[in-house]
């Protein structure tokens, strides 16, 4: 059974001196048993978000890593720096890929320092607009998948509990978001990329997959109600309490579901 997953990309936002308060905040308003949270702050407020969810049950995690160890990285974070502040990272965010022009082999190699140093990773995957336009998505999506992955460990990954979130660049921000149809069909292009062509074998269904791209509570239930959606990464709702209770307590509504399949219970 895999684990139904509800993490909150903060992004650029959130001064320190704010950031313990909504964390603590959300982590009240979403105690649903069975989902796992984790909240992921800017790096400066990592002391003090991790300092407030001591105790909650909502893990901390970082937006980026370095993929070297230390050196001569000027404003550079390596994995064993974020070992106490954090228990997952998200590598590969496309706005990180976009911006700061992280290719998918850089991916690949913070994916291993985050692995190496304990960090859950959550690495990103999305095409762009005209990919999906011109019938590409799933392509560009397995290209990404080979530049990260290609040489790993399927084991490995998966025992450092090893996420991917599908993210369409076209629906980060955009209030534009997939349908829960097509992104589900984009989770399984994923583990059957995974399964056949990086060799994973049914390895591959162990992995959990997110969506993520323009979630809210109202939505939320249209990505949760396929089955090959694990959860979400959710950038924008996730500075609002109020929506991070409606995603959370859909979330519970299908960890529930999980659990009385697993149990072999009547659903
Ligand atoms: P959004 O961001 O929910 O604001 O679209 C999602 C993300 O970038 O992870």
Redesign the pocket.
Known sequence: MRPVIIAA?RKMNTPPADAGELAATIAARTEEPGVVRVICPPYVCLFAVRDALQGRGVAVGAQNVHGELAGAYTGEISAPMLKDLATWVIIG?S?RRRDQKETDEMVGKKLARAIDAGLRPIVCVGEQLEERESGRAVEVVAKQLHGALAGKDAETLLAGGFVIAY?PVW???TGRNASGHDAAAMADAIRSTLEANLSWGEAAERVPVLY????TSANIGEFLGEPSIDGA?????SLKPDEMAGIVARAAVTARAREAVASGEPA
């Open positions: 990309n965010h706005e993210e629906a980060i921000g993520g791209g323009s979630v990464l959710v950038g924008g709702a």
